[in-house]
């Protein structure tokens, strides 16, 4: 059994900071790339940033020069450092894992969270 368990959501006014946090537990035998995703309300699910075992990153121009994503891999979380943010970075934050799991026989594939809201209001 394998879970991802987003958290570090919550309500903050523009330009403030949050840190979401992005934890993978369970039967791991090891973690390749993890991800951060976003969907608005009315909006197609998109990609905010991803991070490689070897912490290659990649990030939305949207979010460019503010947000910051890193890794743990001793702990098997991942985190999103959010500075200066706007309403329009309101959304379900989903976080996931490419991942290799103790299962017999050996089976890659992709983990997903169930999301935590972040809502950027004055």
């Known amino acids: 059994q394998v879970q991802v368990v987003e958290s570090g959501g919550g309500l903050v006014q523009p330009g403030g900071s949050l840190r979401l946090s992005c934890a993978a537990s369970?039967?791991?035998?090891?973690?390749?790339?993890m991800g951060w995703y976003r969907q608005a309300p009315g909006k197609q699910r998109e990609l905010v940033a991803t991070?490689?075992?070897?912490?290659?990153?990649n990030y939305a121009d949207s979010v460019k020069g503010r947000f910051t994503i890193s890794r743990d891999n001793a702990k098997n979380t991942m985190y999103l450092q959010m500075n200066s943010l706007k309403p329009e970075d309101t959304a379900v934050y989903y976080c996931n894992a490419d991942l290799l799991a103790f299962t017999i026989p050996r089976t890659r594939r992709l983990y997903w969270g169930q999301g935590t809201q972040v809502t950027v209001s004055s």
């Open positions: 369970g039967s791991i035998f090891t973690i390749y790339a």
């Open positions: 991070i490689t075992s070897d912490d290659s990153t």
